[in-house]
Nanobody, 125 residues
Framework: QVQLAESGGGSVQAGGSLRLSCAASGYTYSSYMGWFRQAPGKEREGVAAIYTGRGDTYYADSVKGRFTISQDAAKNTLYLQMNSLKPEDTAMYYC???????????????????WGQGTQVTVSS
């Protein structure tokens, strides 16, 4: 049974930084793992993803150059370092593990079947 648990959210001022963590368990094979976010009244969107086998990374245009996804394989932990945060980054952030990308799209939530409970990130101006 795959289990994912996020932590590290909080409230920061614009320009600040946060690091999200996702502790994972219950699997052994390589797959895509991603960070998604959902703001009130908006659809869930892909923020970043990593293919755990090769370490290939992918980012939404809105976070390129500000966010960094990484993994610690020994600890089975996924990270999202978020710098230069903006008020529009405010959302619930979810960690997810893919069962197979939907149409090859790392950013489509339809390709992810395992989700954490989410951690709230609030950025004030």
């Amino acid at each position: 049974q795959v289990q994912l648990a996020e932590s590290g959210g909080g409230s920061v001022q614009a320009g600040g930084s946060l690091r999200l963590s996702c502790a994972a368990s219950g699997y052994t094979y390589s797959s895509y793992m991603g960070w998604f976010r959902q703001a009130p009244g908006k659809e869930r969107e892909g923020v970043a993803a990593i293919y755990t086998g090769r370490g290939d990374t992918y980012y939404a245009d809105s976070v390129k150059g500000r966010f960094t996804i990484s993994q610690d394989a020994a600890k089975n932990t996924l990270y999202l370092q978020m710098n230069s945060l903006k008020p529009e980054d405010t959302a619930m952030y979810y960690c997810a593990r893919s069962h197979g990308l939907y149409g090859g799209r790392w950013y489509s939530s339809r390709g992810y079947s395992y989700w954490g409970q989410g951690t709230q990130v609030t950025v004030s101006s």
